[in-house]
């Protein structure tokens, strides 16, 4: 069963406008939640985190959002780039066990131009 | 440049053929993983080191072993590999455990054990 869920395996999005990527979680001993951004042929990148203290982090144009009864973060991107386009992995990690992080499955974005 | 390099990037294998597939970080980092990605599933941790000498399993360490003898490699070996291990695989590092500090991921492994 996958404690992180990201339901939405693609988003389209136009130049300009608000992305929006959500992510789910089940194990209510995460405290610590991260993003990383893919592209195709190589390996992932660091892109924003958040500890459970907090609701929300902003890093530029990305945003990140807690909200812990619901067991819900998303990733707001404003504005969208084209070279926004890849595969947003959500993941998260029990701080005191922070050895292991556990992702989700990914989101595509695709900002159209 | 600070970097993970990963080898070889692609490999096209028979079932039962040992493999290793090395991993090399020249950031002097403390902590390394392995990931195997698969549609549908993300990323998920085979192994992990915090340090030389010290490995542990992670989610999916069934089918490989690792170790860490220098501070800078962390092979992944693959003693007797099967169809199910058909996937792409990422090495990290990070100075510290993931979650304290940022991973930086090698480019990718793709193997294909026919």
């Known amino acids: 069963d996958q404690q992180v869920k990201q339901n939405s395996p693609s988003l389209s999005v136009q130049e300009g406008r608000i992305s929006i990527l959500n992510c789910d979680y089940t194990?209510?001993?995460?405290?610590?939640f991260l993003w990383y951004k893919k592209y195709p042929a190589e390996g992932p990148t660091f892109l924003i985190s958040i500890s459970s203290i907090k609701d929300k982090n902003e890093d530029g144009r990305f945003t990140v959002f807690l909200n812990k009864s619901a067991k819900h973060l998303s990733l707001h991107i404003v504005p969208s780039q084209p070279g926004d386009s890849a595969v947003y992995f959500c993941a998260a990690s029990e701080v005191e066990y922070g050895n292991k992080l556990v992702f989700g499955a990914g989101t595509i974005l695709r900002v159209k131009s | 440049e600070a970097q993970v390099t990963q080898n070889p990037r692609y490999l096209i294998t028979v079932t039962g053929k040992k493999l290793t597939v090395t991993c090399s970080q020249n950031?002097?980092?403390?902590?390394m993983s392995w990931y195997r990605q698969d549609p549908g599933l993300g990323l998920r941790q085979i192994y992990y080191s915090m340090n030389v000498e010290v490995t542990d399993k992670g989610d999916v360490p069934e089918g490989y072993k690792v170790s860490r003898k220098e501070k800078r490699n962390f092979p992944l070996i693959l003693e007797s590999p099967s169809p199910n291990q058909t996937s792409l695989y990422f090495c990290?590092?990070?100075?510290?455990?993931?979650?304290?500090?940022?991973?930086?991921f090698g480019d990718g492994t793709r193997l294909s054990i026919l």
């Open positions: 990290a590092s990070s100075s510290m455990g993931p979650t304290n500090q940022p991973q930086h």
């Open positions: 194990n209510s001993m995460f405290d610590y």
């Open positions: 950031m002097n980092h403390e902590y």
